[in-house]
């Protein structure tokens, strides 16, 4: 029987999610800027290169203006599609916003350059996302909607088969199965593969990490099932917390009807620039040699591995290393109690927090945080399955009110708002977004460029003056 060619599509991450992923989001525009003209010509699918941390971590650390990166990367990439990560209704921030900042960030991010934006939502509530897909289909973006993946009674096949229609009825152009913690192993990607493409007729890429050390098996399987794109992440930034090796699944499917037809030349060329910058991130310390490991501990918990590093700074500072295995234990309890959400930013960080709270308390719920209190009152939106109510009772009060609106109805228009708040420092239309998500690092941003540009314009004085030296 003569197998049909469907050759596999490659998403590249090392400019996002890769280097997020280990190493803290900290290579510099500058360090990208020089491969960018060989990545074009690889033929990927696309080059996930913005969102998700970099919006943030360009402003805090490293005094960079995001909206610069996405312009210079346009520039540089002529024929190869950009791909961003995008928290749904919190855009790229913690809170959720007004319909309008989501809208107007979309109109923006496309006008910069972006081509295709991946929209998740830490509950997969839907509701949560339909602005933001809207918005990306109006700008004639491609909007793929991420489906948290995560293993729970609730996650049946029937419940992914059916958010998969939902998402097609919404207007999304693709979908993602987003396996942030690296829980989907190889013969259930056979299985969750083969359900989606029964149940709608988008294409579906399938993004994971190599925390538990499947990724590149779960891969081979996805690909056989049918998915039409996955992520990878160039070798010198691959495996460990990130994704698998762009070059080993190239290779992988070399002769096969999967042949992705990518130049193993052409990525060795690539693979040696971002050698050097590893290696200097390892003498650094900025690249941990831990996170390049396997850690088995997030199958056996099913907690993705930056969960577990968050735990053990907790503990640490409290003094309660001890206690590990006591709050592991209780983080499935806690997720229980909560609507058992899919563990990813935010829901992680809660979730995790609570537990570490439980233990150290000794008595469960004695103190619970603001945000547990919010996901509680339906703040974040609607989860899975319902909270417990002694929980609930216990942390919010038995006359509190709950939001089962979608929560974002309840935000007021804060565009003009922010615009007021922020008009002294602004210079470019996109300042007051960057406003809206961070608006303490970007007044400090705005300072520093500030700062940056007065020194600029005095040495062209001093210069034509003749009191600097040329």
């Given amino acids: 029987m003569e197998i049909t060619k469907k050759p596999i599509k490659i998403t590249e991450t090392i400019l996002r999610d890769a280097h997020q992923s280990l190493i803290a989001t900290r290579m510099t525009t500058e360090q990208m800027l020089p491969i960018v003209e060989k990545m074009d010509k690889v033929g990927y699918h696309s080059v996930e290169c913005w969102g998700g941390a970099t919006f943030d971590a360009s402003l805090r650390f490293l005094k960079e203006d995001p909206w610069e990166r996405l312009r210079k990367f346009r520039d540089g990439f002529k024929n190869t599609k950009l791909q961003m ?7 790229l921030g913690y809170r959720p916003y007004a319909d309008d900042v989501v809208e107007y960030f979309v109109q923006k991010s496309v006008a910069n350059g972006m081509d295709i934006i991946r929209i998740f939502d830490c ?15 109006k700008e004639g973006a491609d909007a793929q909607v991420a489906l948290s993946y995560t293993l729970g009674d609730a996650y049946t ?3 992914w088969m059916d958010i998969a229609k939902r998402i097609e009825e919404m207007g999304a152009t693709s979908i993602c199965i987003k396996d942030m913690a690296g829980l989907l192993v190889p013969y259930k990607a056979t299985e969750l593969v083969s359900a989606l493409k029964e149940a709608t007729d988008l294409p579906i890429q399938l993004h994971t990490h190599y925390t538990s050390g499947v990724a590149s098996m779960t891969y081979l399987k996805a690909v056989e099932a049918g998915v039409d794109v996955i992520d990878t992440a160039m070798s010198p930034f691959a495996l460990g917390t990130s994704q698998p090796a762009t070059e080993v ?4 499917f070399k002769d096969t009807p999967y042949d992705t037809g990518l130049d193993q030349n052409l990525l060795a060329e690539i693979a040696d620039y971002f050698r050097p910058l590893r290696d200097e991130a390892l003498e650094s310390g900025l690249l941990n040699p831990k996170n390049m490991g396997v850690n088995i501990k997030t199958l056996l918990y099913q907690v993705p591995g930056g969960m577990l590093s968050n735990l053990t700074s907790q503990l640490k500072e409290q003094g309660a290393e001890d206690k590990y295995y006591e709050v592991l234990e209780e983080v499935p309890r806690v997720r229980k109690d909560l609507g058992e959400p899919p563990l990813v930013t935010p829901s992680s960080q809660i979730v995790g927090t609570q537990a570490v709270f439980n233990v150290l308390m000794g008595e469960r719920y004695k103190m619970a945080t603001k945000e547990t209190k919010d996901i509680l009152s339906g703040k974040y939106g609607a989860t899975v399955k319902p909270f417990d109510p002694e929980v609930q009772k216990k942390c919010i009060g038995e ?19 922010l615009r007021d708040e922020m008009a002294q420092w602004s210079q470019q239309e996109e300042d007051v977004l960057t406003y809206a ?5 970007a007044t400090d941003f705005f300072k520093y460029r500030e700062a940056q540009q007065t ?9 034509e003056n003749g009191s600097y030296p040329v």
């Fill in 157 to 159: 096949m029937e419940y």
């Fill in 85 to 91: 990560l995008f928290r749904g209704q919190n855009i």
């Fill in 123 to 137: 509950l997969n509530d839907m509701r949560n996302l339909q602005t933001a897909v809207k918005a990306a289909v």
């Fill in 399 to 417: 006359d509190a009110e709950v939001i089962t609106c979608r929560p974002a109805d309840l935000i007021p228009d804060e565009l003009d708002t």
């Fill in 249 to 252: 699944m190239v290779e992988t």
């Fill in 437 to 441: 998500l961070f608006p303490q690092v």
């Fill in 455 to 463: 020194r600029v314009d005095q040495t062209v004085a001093d210069t």
